[in-house]
Structure formats: structure tokens, C-alpha cells
């Protein structure tokens, strides 16, 4: 936001300059164009001519300043329960509640090589990047500061990132080749996150169905419950602390990332714990339950805490499992 | 009887051997437990379906003349004992027809010979071993082994009847998923195989597409790759071991993922 408002005050103040260099041509004896110095007293070019001359550079100079802005506003008015995307290539994507029936696109550009692609379909907001030729990382970039309806349904798409979500209670989708992803205090909707190597972070996601699926970034969970929580990376790693609660089904699966679950002493779940090939261990006591998957010590768990309200499956290949007491 | 009970005995089940009182006790469980029955019809199904491939995937017979000949030049077949001429390469299925007995002498056999090879030649014969066949780094689920179709695919080249040495690499490579102590992963990921033909054209859109990502895609490529390879060896070396099957999967998913987030997101 900082650097929104100080590029609005640059803008400004490069064109009161302007302005003011263009008055002073105008009221001086002398003055340059070109090559050339005219001289009023003495030039036969006339005054029409040089009014014309400076009005011409006035508008160049408009003109210019235009084509370089480094930020744009979009706004839009919308119903309950919008539908906003955003897809860039390159850059940031932050998304926060506004007000309940406006969406607030800001876009900061670092160069003039992409344009934004944008438009309002009833409730339905698509805002996306459009890279010009030979457009590269660094001039592709631009950023995004959206205000949206908390209960908006989004979908942002950043090869670079970050991605990021906030106090919000529609469905989310955030996908990332790179991308950091932050999610924090959202509820009641749908998480989705699917990242190549960019690690996750959800914290305080309540009563959601979180989905999030990476290649190889690293996955933070606090505080984070729901009906259905699936967590799975390849070599990154997995991390929860929290209390498994909301009776849900929670899996988290990598192949070779350790898992580690932090929990209370008085959660409440089913608990099954399985690694093909890496170690498996919990420090506190489980109660033995009949199940189908046959124990193998130091490879593997099954047992219940509480009321078993919860089924928790951890899952790796040749990574560790723990299972800790907070 | 218990699900776990069924589970302990599930391969002799498979295999036709327990008597009729414990066969009584496990249909019986079956008809009760709806998860050990989806498990058991899984697996025969597995086993049926695999029997095609033991059949489609022989090798040449001159991949065992060739075995016949190392095994005889290095002494340790003295007698004109009838060779098997088209031995399955698939242990797992060999079934009754071959049994224990017929698997261990011709196992320490090779083993002899590989071990011997591979002290003459080191170079090329640990790459091989080492090395997943080229022409399937990333061999689907439910596949055969990737080193018996890479032994089965040999004979087919001319260049792999050529010379003694391709055979004692070929010998090494039968070796590789039936004796080989649990190759880990780090002996996996150490060296790339080239990539298959789907791979090379992905990595072709990405650099058409956004070059600069294109080093950052191989190398998640390649350690995607490099677990299922991992994964595809441990589900070859255990076949009954559903959790890795599954492990299997989710591999393959990672996979689509990879594409599909490269693929759908670049411009």
C-alpha cells in the first residue's frame, strides 16, 4: 500500500513540474526548442505558434506519464457471494475483505510490458496478466492488492508469487509453480493450494475442506480443522499442530518429507501411522484398535486418544513420522 | 479368523495352498468383511493380469544362450544340463510350475556370474544396474519390472546380440530386481536416465514457453521421476505391499501435477 501511495504522490508531482517548467517557457523572453533559440522580440514566429508548440509538449508530456503509470484501480460492484480471479505470471497476489458488495483491484506494474486483461461478468470478476512479446520476469511482474466480499469465492494463479489470503469465508483456490502461500483466519470454505516447490502455510483455518497438494514445498498447518483436511508432498515437509477436531478426516501423505503432528493431550482421534521404508514413533499413549492394517513396530501405528472423533492417516514412503505431545 | 489373519496369509492364500478348514474360515470372513474381500479380488486380479505380461515380455531366447555360454565359460555348468529355453523373468509369477527349487541354483548361478562381470567390468555394468531402462524411466503402475522389461526389450536390438559384454550387462540387469539388496534411493537419483519421449516434450513447451523456468521444471521432473522409480522397485521387490502401491500412485500424481501446473499455468 506504501507503494501505492508514494507512486499516486510521484505521479503528481512530476506533473505540477511540468506545469510549471511549461509556464515559465511560456512567460520567458528566451527559451530553447531544439536547436533552435527563439527570441519573441526579435523571431518572426508568433505567438500562436508557440502557444501551439507548448500545448503540443504539454500533451506529450501527459501522455508519457500516462503510459508509465505504475499503478491501476479497478473496481467493481458485485453481489453476495462473487466470484473473483486473478491469474498473473509474475507477482504477488494478496487478497483481504473489503467491503460486502465491492471488489478493489490494485495492480502495480514494473514496467509497461503487460497490460491487464480485465472484466465483469454479472458476479463474476476476471482479472488477469497479459505479458507482451519478449516479456521476462522482471518487466512481467505485477502485483495485486485486492479488497473483495468476505464471502467472495476466489481463484488466484501465480507462477511467482507470493499468494496470499486473509479473514475470509468463500472458497479459495491458490495455485503457485514458486509461489509462498499464506492462508490465515479464513473459515467455513473450501482451501485449495496445489504448488510445485512453494511451501504452504495455513494457519487458523476453521471448518474448511483444505485440499493442498506440492511437489516438493514444505506444508505448515496451525490450527488448522475441518471435515476433510489432505495435506501431500513429495519431498517436502509436513507439519501440524493443532487438535484434529470437527470429527474430521485428516491425511497427510509425502513420499519422502517427514510428517510431524503436534497435538494436545486431550485430543480426540483415530490415529494410523504408516512408513514403507522410514521410521514411525509416538510419544503418547494410543488405546489399541482392531483394525485391518497389521502393526509393524517402528514402521507403522494404529491406536485411538479421546473419543476417536477424528480419523488421522499419516502416510510416507521413506520419510519419518512423529506423533508429539504439545 | 481376523482381517489381519487374512492379511498374514494372503499369499498362500493366492497361491491355492491352505487346506480346507482354514479356506472355510476365509471365505467365511469374506463374506463378512467387505474390505478383506475388495482386498483379495484386487489381488487376483493383479495376479491374473500379470500372467499376461510374463507371457508378452519374454525374452528373446538368445538372452538365455548367451546366460548358458557366460555360465559355461566361467565353468559352473559342466554338464549339458537342458537350459530352460524361455524361462519367465517375473519370480513372482513363476507359480508352481517352477518352484524353490528350481529358482535358487539358477539364482546363485547368476549371481555368480553377475558378481563376476561386474568385477571385470566395472564401469558400464554398475550404470546399468543402476540405471532404469532409458526407453521407460517412468514405467506405469502395474507394469512389469522395469529391469525385466528392460532385459526383455534387449534381445530386440541388434546392438544388444553384438558383444559379450552387452550380455553380461544384460545378465546384470535381469539380476538388478531379483538379488540386488533393496537399491535405496540415493543409488537411484544418482544418475538421470534420459528422458522419455513425454518428458522431453514437456520440457520442450516449458522452454518454448518460459524458458527461465525450464532448469527449475527438470530438476522437480527428475526427482518426481526418481520416486516413482524408487517406488516402482520396491512394489517390483514387493508385490503385496498395498500401502507402497498406493505410495506408487500418489507418485504418479505428483507427476500430473507437475504437468499440469507447468502446462496450464504458462503463458
Known amino acids: 500500500m506504501m507503494n501505492l501511495v508514494q507512486s499516486r504522490k510521484s505521479d503528481r508531482q512530476s506533473r505540477s513540474q511540468g506545469q510549471r517548467f511549461m509556464s515559465g517557457l511560456i512567460r520567458s523572453n528566451r527559451c530553447r526548442v531544439g536547436h533552435l533559440t527563439v527570441d519573441r522580440r526579435q523571431s518572426r514566429i508568433d505567438r500562436t505558434s508557440v502557444v501551439t508548440l507548448v500545448l503540443a509538449c504539454s500533451l506529450a508530456s501527459s501522455l508519457t506519464a500516462a503510459a508509465f503509470a505504475a499503478t491501476k484501480e479497478y473496481r467493481y460492484t458485485v453481489g453476495p457471494h462473487a466470484n473473483v480471479s486473478v491469474d498473473t505470471q509474475y507477482g504477488a497476489i494478496s487478497i483481504r475483505p473489503g467491503s460486502d458488495n465491492q471488489v478493489v483491484v490494485t495492480a502495480v506494474f514494473k514496467s509497461d510490458n503487460v497490460e491487464v486483461d480485465q472484466q465483469q461478468n454479472g458476479n463474476r470478476i476476471d482479472i488477469a496478466s497479459h505479458l507482451l512479446h519478449g516479456t521476462d520476469q522482471p518487466t512481467g511482474q505485477v502485483d495485486y492488492e485486492l479488497l473483495i466480499p468476505p464471502d467472495a469465492t476466489v481463484n488466484l494463479h501465480s507462477m511467482t508469487g507470493p499468494l496470499s489470503a486473509e479473514r475470509l469465508h468463500g472458497d479459495l483456490t491458490l495455485e503457485g509453480a514458486e509461489a509462498v502461500v499464506n492462508v490465515r483466519d479464513v473459515e467455513n470454505g473450501h482451501v485449495h493450494v496445489r504448488t510445485m516447490r512453494g511451501p504452504v502455510t495455513l494457519i487458523n483455518v476453521r471448518n474448511g475442506h483444505v485440499e493442498i497438494s506440492s511437489i516438493s514445498g514444505d506444508v505448515h498447518l496451525k490450527s488448522v480443522t475441518g471435515t476433510s483436511v489432505q495435506a501431500s508432498t513429495g519431498s517436502g515437509k509436513i507439519f501440524y499442530d493443532g487438535d484434529f477436531s470437527s470429527g474430521g478426516d485428516y491425511t497427510f501423505i509425502t513420499h519422502s518429507g517427514d510428517i510431524e503432528a503436534l497435538v494436545p493431550a486431550d485430543v480426540s482421534a483415530d490415529f494410523r501411522a504408516h512408513s514403507v521404508l522410514g521410521r514411525v514413533q509416538h510419544d503418547f499413549p494410543l488405546k489399541p484398535q482392531h483394525s485391518r492394517f497389521s502393526e509393524e513396530v517402528g514402521r507403522s501405528f494404529v491406536g485411538s486418544a479421546g473419543q476417536a472423533s477424528s480419523e488421522v492417516v499419516l502416510r510416507s514412503f521413506s520419510g519419518k513420522i512423529r506423533l508429539k505431545q504439545r | ?267
Not at chain 2, 472355510?24 to 495376479?47: N, Q, Y
Open chain 2, 1 to 267: 479368523m481376523t482381517c489381519s489373519d487374512v492379511e498374514r496369509m494372503l499369499p498362500e492364500i493366492l497361491d491355492g495352498a491352505p487346506d480346507g478348514a482354514f479356506q472355510t474360515a476365509f471365505d467365511l470372513h469374506l463374506k463378512s468383511c467387505p474390505e478383506c474381500s475388495d482386498l483379495v479380488s484386487d489381488l487376483k486380479l493383479i495376479t491374473n493380469e500379470a500372467q499376461y505380461l510374463a507371457a508378452s515380455d519374454e525374452p528373446s531366447p538368445r538372452v538365455w544362450v548367451r546366460i548358458e555360454a557366460q555360465l559355461r565359460a566361467e565353468g559352473l555348468i559342466r554338464e549339458a544340463q537342458p537350459v530352460r529355453p524361455r524361462p519367465t523373468l517375473v519370480p513372482a509369477l513363476l507359480g508352481r510350475r517352477w518352484g524353490a527349487w528350481l529358482v535358487a541354483p539358477v539364482a546363485a548361478a547368476l549371481v555368480a556370474a553377475g558378481s563376476y562381470v561386474v568385477s571385470h567390468r566395472p564401469a558400464p555394468s554398475v550404470v546399468q544396474q543402476q540405471t532404469p531402462p532409458s526407453a521407460s524411466p517412468a514405467p506405469s503402475p502395474g507394469s512389469q519390472s522395469s529391469a525385466a522389461t528392460e532385459a526383455a526389450s534387449l534381445p530386440a536390438t541388434p546392438a544388444s546380440d553384438a558383444t559379450a559384454s552387452e550380455t553380461a550387462s544384460t545378465t546384470a540387469a535381469v539380476l538388478a530386481p531379483v538379488q540386488q539388496p533393496a537399491p535405496r534411493a540415493a543409488g537411484a537419483k544418482a544418475v538421470e536416465p534420459v528422458p522419455s519421449p513425454e518428458d522431453e516434450q514437456f520440457l520442450s513447451a516449458v522452454s518454448t514457453r518460459a524458458p527461465s523456468l525450464r532448469a527449475t521444471y527438470e530438476n522437480q521432473l527428475q526427482a518426481v521421476n526418481a520416486d516413482i522409480r524408487e517406488t516402482q522397485a520396491y512394489v517390483d521387490r514387493n508385490p503385496g505391499d498395498i500401502d507402497a502401491r498406493q505410495h506408487l500412485m500418489d507418485a504418479y500424481q505428483q507427476k500430473a501435477l507437475l504437468y499440469q501446473i507447468a502446462l496450464d499455468r504458462i503463458q
